[in-house]
């Protein structure tokens, strides 16, 4: 569906991005990864998805928490692959603390990368879809971006702060060829939620698996993950013709989460 195209997807050495970046290979777009960790297992992904799906792919090892390394990451991408019909903004971290306790520097942090990276990334795209004349912005907030849970201060108001951001950029590229939609997942079981469930677990004294069935009764009706292949489906979907029309929404895939 994608040959030809190019996607940045930000934060796609592991988890959801990982998830997002092979959906889209999978259709055929040549591929800008972004995030960190194991040069050599980095290199294992980068080499593995060229081979399995026949499309470019680079990796961008760019520290998002700084504007000018995100804007740069940009315009690397369109310099070293020619275009940018895809953006995906989904790389983000979490800490949690009451209010009260919240470090300040987490709280930086948190602002930084998972709402101040959205906006320089999507700056940075915006003049080169506007010359193509299409684009696909796709933001990965959270439920936390509709709804909060305590403990959670900063990743909840920056998420609130993507799906609003989202808003403004569809209507500032309205008719233009270029959507923006966020999507909103709820716990998807990677090394984000992990740290989050042994945590639980040393609080209630129980196992790892004991642990991540209460987090998941707590907060979402289906009792199940939701999985990094799915996201990477709604990604596809949202950045086919099939959603032209589709722009400045926030789609939860929560499995009921936000419904009660
Ligand atoms: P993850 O920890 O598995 O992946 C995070 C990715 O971001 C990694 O590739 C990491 O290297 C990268 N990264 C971290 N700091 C970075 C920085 N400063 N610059 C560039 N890259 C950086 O987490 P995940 O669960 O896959 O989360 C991905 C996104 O999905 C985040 O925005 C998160 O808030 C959101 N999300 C996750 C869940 C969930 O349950 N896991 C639910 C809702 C939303």
Known sequence: MFTGKVAVVTGSTSGIGLGIATALAQQGADIVLNGFGDAQEIERIRSTLEAEFGVRVAHDGADLSRGESVR??????????????????????????????????????????????????????????????????????????????????????????VVGFTKATALETAGTGITANAICPGWVRTALVEQQITALAQRKETDQESAARALLAEKQPSLQFVTPEQIGAMVVFLASDAAAQMTGTALPVDGGWTAR
């Open 72 to 161: 740069e990451m940009i315009a690397h991408a369109v310099s070293r692959m020619g275009r940018i019909d895809i953006l995906v903004n989904n790389a983000g971290i979490q800490h949690t603390a009451s209010i009260e306790e919240f470090p300040v520097e987490k709280w930086d942090a948190i602002l930084a990368l998972n709402l101040s990276a959205v906006f320089h990334a999507t700056a940075a795209a915006l003049p080169h879809m506007k010359q193509q004349g299409s684009g696909r912005i796709i933001n990965i907030a959270s439920v936390h971006g509709l709804v909060a849970s305590v403990n959670k201060s900063a990743y909840v108001a920056a998420k609130h702060g």
